[in-house]
């Protein structure tokens, strides 16, 4: 791959997964728009803070610390939805990644569904930084998504049952 070059999708670069958590909407949506709890569900995220005192409202923004055996970073995501006990979505950077909480009322509480998609900048992005090895990167990313959702929602149900 020349640089420029989006890389090719060799998988699939979008993901989803469910949970139904014995809570309303309402508080379901209040856990998971703090993004300062992240740590407590996450598991490469172990830290996020909102960005000049700004809170879960569309075109705020955060910083996440992530932390793998590799490496830490930081991240700044701009909260592009924030609609109490319906949705709450973020996209990383300048449009790399979109990640979004959908909350739907079910008898027995919320059907939370977490999403994780690659969009296009994030491609071009990855092409520019990592040339011949972005697609390893990629695919890096692609399994951490695909692993880490059910854990995060898992642990986002202990939590919220818990409290």
Not at 5 to 12: F, G, K, M, S
Not at 47 to 75: K, L, M
Request: charged share 25%.
């Amino acid at each position: 791959m020349t640089r420029g070059q989006t890389a090719p999708v060799t998988a699939e670069l979008t993901f989803s997964d469910s949970v139904v958590v014995a809570r309303s909407p309402e508080q379901v949506y209040a856990l998971v728009s703090d993004v300062t709890r992240t740590g407590e569900w996450s598991p490469t995220c172990t830290a996020c803070w909102w960005d000049d005192g700004a809170g879960p409202w569309p075109g705020s923004w955060f910083t996440g610390r992530n932390v793998t055996p590799q490496r830490t970073w930081e991240t700044r995501s701009r909260v592009e939805v924030a609609t109490p006990g319906r949705e709450f979505t973020w996209v990383v950077g300048d449009g790399l990644v979109r990640w979004s909480y959908l909350l739907e009322p079910r008898d027995e509480g919320t059907l939370l569904t977490e999403t994780w998609a690659f969009l296009p900048a994030g491609l071009a992005f990855f092409a520019d930084k990592y040339g011949d090895d972005a697609d390893a990167q990629i695919e890096d990313r692609r399994r951490t998504a695909h692993e880490g959702i059910p854990r995060t929602l898992a642990a986002v149900k202990a939590v919220a049952e818990a409290g």
